[in-house]
């Protein structure tokens, strides 16, 4: 036997306690390895090289306004832009209004898109068959897969914010390093199928020559519309991407909220076992220290003790999480906002040392007094 | 020559020196004097028992001689260590190694089998994992234990882990063994079981033993009976 084994022993000597704090812990350490997840993939995801040189021009006001089609040259004049693409949401139904069944449509120019969305990838053939058919479409290979599409079906979208519907045909699938559940279609069907909006489109996504450029040709950008009836509001796709999520509201006091009551309540759990676990081996303290273990020993075994319990939750609840967060990213319910994202390494490590953290901080009071106790008091404790 | 001096020429043959050691507790607002003024020797390889009614203050003096007790005034060496001046890691590593504590209750580990809880005092030494068990082997063995080192105090009778729990304080060799009651809770087989365990530890391995009873039997096994009354000790 080692001493650690005697902590392990120790731990686990009250069976059904020591199993439901762990669980306790595992769970409150799902959730916050979800929420360190989801605030990595909303706050501290970089995205790709080729995402961090991109910008996304909308209306000053807001995304509901548009702006004209012919703003896209006069961008493309800016220094420092490589390519201009204009986008439109269309917001579209498939087939019904389930969630599974959601997914983003964009009408756009397919002679640009992927000279923008670099890190996107399409098979040339399947691209130039696109460009050759108005009323085709490209989709993110992973969604055809989710639906069972094959190059050459057609896809029905009834209209909800247009009044008109989208008669599409596949005629490519592209990759991107994240899935993105997207259909590009031409946006001239957008022009032709309401004539309101021909001459405008939603936004323009923009490539600069490198991402040290991105801040300059936003101002620029910015400045050359200034003075128009329809302003500018040029931002990194990031800070864009970021603007929808806040739209959610306060998405990080909400994220940081859970975070503390998870580890507060934790915290919580973890000291009432171990309190309860400590005093009722009082008199087992006392005879492990009349047997010659000093102070810090005894400190050591039951902090041990706390750690490894809370640490093996952290573990249990990270693994959990990560399979969550895989099923999350996968479910129809969560719509775009958690497409692609999965728990990481570092996530996981976090977690665990969290909870260790916490196994600790529960333990120490305990354990001190414990370490601290009168031998003598202690043989005579009965309970 | 001080106390102190006269006392240190004579600690190659004594193993405990008390000298006018007193206990006084604080219970509330009363006083308890646990002990009076008692004055004890011990010699090496002897086997004390030390009888008196409850509360006579026979367990205090065991614990002051195991140094988890300390005296209100007084002198007391042990194997010639003053050991109240030692700090508190240094009288846990001493006791580690001069003194086995027998208890009343056995006081074993219930999630430990028996060979892990003679093991324990092992596991604060440099030994090897092998040297340890070849320790644990012994003592188990010297109590006729060998073939129950797997199982856990729950499956023993009282006297077998009474037997582990002599087995666990003489593991790391020490020099005094100090038993608090050890056939208090046991049957009379059982007791004498045990009683001549110990006698064959004083005998044959010549333990200096000190041990705390109130039945005569168990100390007609000592050599010497000393009697404790309200905390004082009584002439031989």
Known sequence: MTLARFVRKN?????????LTLLSISFSLLLLTVMMTIWRAFYMSDGTSESAERLIIRHRVSLGQFLPIAYRERIRSVPGVKNVVNQTWFGGQYKDDKPENFFAQFGTDPNEIFDVQRDFHIPQDQLEAWKK?????VVDAELAKKHGWKIGDRLN??????????????????????PTETVYFNNTYVDEGYPKMKGFVGFFGVLADSPESVPQVAKAI????????RPTKSESEKAFNLDWIAMLGNVKGFILSICGAVVFATLLVSANT????????????????????TRATVLALFMGEAVSLAALGGLVGALAGSVLVYGMARSPQMGLFLTGVTINAPTMLVAVLVAA?????????PAFNASRGNIVEGLRHIG | MSTAMALNTATETKVVQARNVSKVFQR???????????SLEIATAEFLALMGPSGSGKTTLLNMIAAIDRPSSGELLVLGQNVFRLSDGQSARWRNQHIGYVFQTFNLIPVLTAFENV????????LSARERRDHVMTALKLVGLEERVHHLPKQLSGGQEQRVAIARAIVSDPTVLLADEPTGDLDGRSATEILEILKRLNQDYHKTIVMVTHDPHAASYAHLTRHLEKGMLLPA
């Open chain 1, 222 to 229: 910015d400045a050359m519309f200034r003075n128009s009836d």
């Open chain 1, 133 to 137: 058919d108005r009323a085709g479409c």
């Open chain 1, 11 to 19: 731990a686990f000597r009250n069976k059904r306690r020591s199993i």
């Open chain 1, 274 to 293: 171990m309190a309860m676990s400590i005093r009722e081996r009082t008199r087992e303290v006392a005879l492990l220290k009349t047997l010659g273990f």
């Open chain 2, 119 to 126: 093991e324990l005092p092992l596991l604060l030494t440099k």
């Open chain 2, 28 to 38: 509330d607002a009363f006083q308890v004097k646990a002990l009076d003024d008692v």
């Open chain 1, 157 to 178: 979208i009834k209209g909800t914010i247009f009044p008109f519907d989208l008669e599409l045909t596949i005629r490519g699938m592209f990759t991107a390093a994240t």
């Open chain 1, 357 to 365: 953290t916490v196994g600790v901080v529960s333990s120490i009071v």
